[in-house]
């Protein structure tokens, strides 16, 4: 079965750095990922959704979403954090049968000024 | 505006005692789903429905059940079985019943504690 891995259960950076985050997936590849936020106490909020043969899909706050296939892995990044960006950020794969999603564990952004 | 409303947002619950938390949505979509997090752990699925009357075990179901007698509505009973019930519990739609294509829509969470 697809497992999800997020490298990093936190990340640090100073407002107008670069954000970088890392999903990684542990089989094939899968034909679709999504990437959603979450502010405290909240619901998930969609961020992007990425389908396998994209170069490059770009998101709602600015953020993109990159596929490495050489890496197995699927980048968010966006270019420059803004103090509103400190939230937790999960990706979610096709889960077993595709019926489901499976998450990833979550990486908390957190943005110094 | 449609979306997916659960309610309470806080629920307190002593120890021994069944509690159901509340889930309708107004997107007529055909899937349902329950998930519970905590804190490191991510989201884990413990129930799901693809169509009114059926529903499947996620990879948490002990210690919960669910009904769906309409679409519109997904309620999730934590039983005095679940050993650890003190989580986030967030409940989700989605229009597709079989690919994931759409994603999810997701509810505002319940958190409970168990007191």
């Known amino acids: 079965a697809q497992s999800v891995t997020q490298l990093g259960s936190h990340v640090s950076v100073s407002e107008g750095a670069l954000v970088l985050l890392r999903c990684n997936y542990s089989?094939?590849?899968?034909?679709?990922l999504f990437w959603y936020v979450q502010y405290p106490n909240q619901g998930l909020q969609l961020l992007l959704k990425y389908t396998t043969g994209a170069t490059l899909v770009k998101g709602i706050n600015g953020f993109e979403a990159e596929f490495k296939k050489s890496e197995t892995s699927f980048l968010l990044t966006k270019p420059s954090a803004h103090m509103s960006d400190a939230a937790e950020y999960f990706c979610a794969l096709p889960g077993s049968g595709y019926s489901t999603l499976t998450f990833g564990k979550g990486t908390m952004l957190l943005v110094s000024p | 505006d449609g979306g997916i409303t659960q309610s309470p947002k806080y629920l307190f619950r002593k120890e021994g005692q069944n509690v159901t938390l509340s889930c309708e949505q107004n997107?007529?979509?055909?899937?349902m789903y329950w998930y519970r997090q905590d804190p490191g752990q991510g989201l884990r699925l413990i129930y799901y429905?693809?169509?009114?009357?059926?529903?499947q075990k996620g990879d948490i179901a002990e210690g919960y059940s669910v009904s769906r007698e309409k679409k519109e509505s997904f309620p999730l009973t934590v039983t005095s079985a679940q050993k650890n019930p003190t989580a986030f519990y967030l409940c989700?739609?989605?229009?597709?019943?079989?690919?994931?294509?759409?994603?999810?829509?997701f509810g505002s969470g319940t958190r409970l504690t168990v007191v």
């Open positions: 429905s693809q169509i009114v009357n059926d529903f």
């Open positions: 989700a739609s989605s229009i597709d019943t079989g690919t994931g294509l759409h994603g999810y829509t």
């Open positions: 089989s094939s590849v899968p034909p679709y």
């Open positions: 997107l007529n979509h055909d899937a």
